[in-house]
């Protein structure tokens, strides 16, 4: 197989340019992957970013095409590449960009969002929606990201010739129509049939029409600029038939998809060299295509609309023109369903909303005067120059990246708080969380807050928006927002936590199951803590939620779970660690025992106490070693009922370790159960009736309260001899 043509030389000044912009890039990678925000190294290296892509950018876009190993501008590349340049092509292309376009106005703010998206893992910006996506929410215009298809390039691998599918999709994908040849070719068949390019249109409207009609229009525009340029350098004498047959199909186009077009006409964007393509198109528009494209807007508005007046009055201004292409629409529309009863009455109204329509209810006279006076007045604004670099400087901060994502986060807090109609507010609060998510994503966690903040203070007001409210914030909880706070809870202050916290609660439960797992998961202390703090905040609310965590495959979760339930509490909490007592990992265990031993009551006591001893092999000694492993009065309880309650003949090992481990607690209790211990005995089993007496006895000692010395004194001079003798013993070692 024959090798792929490399692409011609870079001029060298160009390169040394390209080298200088991949080096400052690099830098301010580095930077700011290594070190917190406000360090001086970022500050320095993207200062130094900013610079090096406002001088690329003087002229105009400076647009880099990325390959595996290389960039590309302007389809050369470096004859041999800087260092800096591999590495840049190599960090793009791990993030499957395939091309970056550097717009004017470029800010420190926009490379630091950027470069800190390149530097997240691949996998997690892809499972993030892609780095296009990504960027969509927190970028702006000054630089476009160009993500690659990888279906595209493995259908071009595997040598399938284009189809028309792809043809939309590449009309669908961007302002330039990017087929190779065979595609090119076959767009050219398709427009030269008429049957196929009528089905194109329709198809390319279909697919865009999700995306309303100034994409529809674009994606049009698109097909026509790319056949265009293709013609206008191989075959430029087949242009007027192309334009032709383009100006039938435009007859397909619905009336808001035309008005598109026709604005389009005075765009230099629309420009193709000196050709005008709308214009040429429209212009070439047939007495059939117009009167079919009234027809068609008419059957499917079931009569005339204000945009198909205007568009019919730009496209035939001539009134006897019109007259009589209403003439021929008319015919075809009585053809149609809708030329049935009432037909006349219906035509009448077209007919009269065509030829007499006019704006004058919305342009005031002394607008239109202006407006019509500005037609004589044109001038080129490049050639004024009476505003001084500060209003200009003002004026291009309202388009900046920064100034956009502000309007539109302002714009959806408006519409939170001004839509009264409960179905489009929920449309709007569904909107609301799911762009919230978005910035999570990237970073932009206030932003986020502030929006989910909304949608719970203004579901707040109306009982017809409350139950909106509560589903939105429960997808916003459930998606994968959680998994990207444990940064923002490392380093943020207190106030933002607070306000994180009292999100989290508003949510609800449903937050839990995400928490706990980030929980589990987290080594930094303050992050563990506070969302530790968050959890234990849902109180018994937060118990359901939890027990459904219990049977997790990742062993962390269900220790998680173990905590959650011992920091809850109750009767309930008691019952749900049972399962959690007996799992096959030791360190869960260890946290389900220190839940029933913090609990402290009866019942906490009676279940440890009764898993112990219906436990076997590993899982009784890890149940055991824990136990006896914890250093502090909260385990008497424990020992207390086992000492009162466990039968010793059966489980004497264990009887034994709860006496000796009570001589370390004191309490009225644990007295009690040892001076029961110190007087029972089994005539029959005389060694272990002394072994028992006598630990009793030494745990009394041991403890040395008065209540404990109390009671050795007694049993020294009353009661069985035994008795009797490990009560004197104990007492001799105290004096």
């Known amino acids: 197989m024959a090798e792929p043509a490399r692409p011609p030389a870079l001029a060298p000044d160009a390169a040394a340019r390209l080298a200088e912009f991949a080096r400052a890039c690099k830098a301010a990678a580095r930077a700011v992957s290594l070190y917190p925000g406000g360090h001086p190294a970022i500050a320095t290296t993207l200062g130094r970013l900013e610079q090096v892509s406002a001088a690329l950018t003087q002229q105009g876009p400076y647009r880099v095409q990325v390959m595996a190993d290389t960039l590309i501008v302007g389809g050369a590349a470096p004859v041999k590449p800087d260092a800096a340049i591999v590495e840049l092509a190599e960090l793009f292309h791990r993030q499957l960009i395939g091309g970056v376009t550097l717009n004017p106005g470029a800010d420190l703010q926009s490379w630091r969002t950027l470069l800190l998206l390149l530097a997240r893992a691949p996998d997690e910006v892809r499972a ?177 609309t204000e945009r198909l007046a205007h568009a019919f009055q730009a496209l035939v201004p001539d009134t006897d023109r019109q007259r009589r292409l209403l003439g021929l629409a008319e015919e075809e529309v009585a053809e149609s369903a809708a030329g049935g009863e009432g037909f006349e009455a219906l035509w009448a109204r077209v007919e009269g909303m065509l030829t007499s329509y006019s704006d004058e209810q919305y342009v005031s006279e002394q607008y239109a005067r202006e407006l019509s006076g500005a037609r004589t007045r044109a001038t080129e604004v490049e050639n004024i120059s009476d505003d001084p670099p500060e209003r200009i400087a003002i004026w291009l901060g309202t388009v900046a990246d920064a100034s956009l994502r502000h309007l539109d986060h302002q714009l ?79 380093g943020t202050t207190d106030d933002a936590y607070e306000r994180f916290k009292a999100l989290c609660h508003a949510i609800g439960p449903t937050v839990i199951p995400a928490l706990a797992e980030l929980l589990s998961s987290e080594k930094d202390t303050r992050a563990r803590r506070r969302l530790r703090d968050i959890l234990v905040g849902f109180g018994v609310k937060g118990r359901d939620s939890v027990q459904k965590l219990m049977s997790a495959p990742n062993w962390e979760v269900r220790r998680t779970a173990a905590f959650l339930l011992r920091e809850f509490g109750g009767a309930e909490g008691i019952k749900a660690m049972i399962p959690l007592l007996t799992d096959s990992e030791p360190l869960v265990q260890r946290e389900a025992v220190q839940g029933l031993v913090s609990d402290g009551s009866e019942e906490a006591s009676r279940v440890l106490t009764q898993t112990i001893t219906s436990a076997s092999g590993r899982s009784r000694e890890t149940l055991i070693k824990e136990l006896t492993s914890i250093r502090d009065e909260r385990v008497g309880p424990v020992f207390t009922y086992i000492v009162r309650r466990l039968d010793r003949r059966k489980e004497s090992q264990l009887y034994m370790t709860a006496i000796t481990s009570l001589g370390s607690f004191g309490g009225t209790d644990a007295v009690e159960a040892l001076k029961a211990a110190l007087h029972e005995g089994d005539f029959w089993a005389p060694l272990v009736t002394r072994r028992i007496r006598a630990a009793a006895a030494q745990a009394l000692r041991r403890l040395g309260t008065p209540a404990a010395l109390d009671v050795l004194r007694e049993a020294s001079s009353t009661g069985p001899r035994g008795v009797r003798s490990a009560a004197r013993s104990e007492l001799t070692r105290t004096t």
């Open 128 to 304: 993030d929606g892609g780095i296009k996506h990504l960027w969509a929410t927190a970028g702006g215009p000054s630089i476009g990201v160009e993500e690659i298809d990888y279906a595209e390039v493995l259908r071009e691998k595997q040598g399938v010739a284009a189809t028309a599918e792809q043809i939309v999709a590449a009309a669908l994908a961007g302002s330039s129509l990017q087929l190779d040849d065979s595609g090119m070719r076959l767009l050219l068949d398709i427009v030269q049939d008429p049957a196929k390019l009528q089905e194109l249109v329709s198809q390319v409207e279909q697919s865009a029409a999700g995306h309303g009609a100034d994409a529809q229009a674009a994606a049009f525009l698109t097909l026509m600029k790319g056949l265009t340029e293709y013609l206008a350098k191989a075959e430029p004498q087949r242009l007027e038939g192309v334009f032709g047959n383009m100006g039938r199909a435009a007859g397909e186009l619905s009336a808001e998809t035309m008005l598109r077009l026709l604005d389009q006409r005075n765009r230099q964007e629309a420009m193709v060299g000196t050709i005008n393509v709308p214009g040429a198109v429209m212009d070439r528009m047939g007495d059939d295509a117009v009167s079919h494209f009234v027809a068609g807007s008419v059957i499917k508005e079931r009569g005339a």
């Open 412 to 490: 959806l807090l408006d519409l939170l708080n001004i839509e009264a109609e409960p179905a489009r507010w929920r449309d709007i609060a569904e909107t609301a969380t799911a762009h919230a998510e978005d910035l999570v994503r990237v970073g932009y966690f206030d932003q986020a807050w502030q929006l989910a903040d909304a949608v719970v203070r203004e579901g707040a007001r109306s009982p017809a928006r409350a139950a909106h409210a509560t589903a939105a914030l429960e997808r916003f909880g459930r998606g994968t927002t959680m998994r990207h706070v444990s940064s923002h809870l490392r």
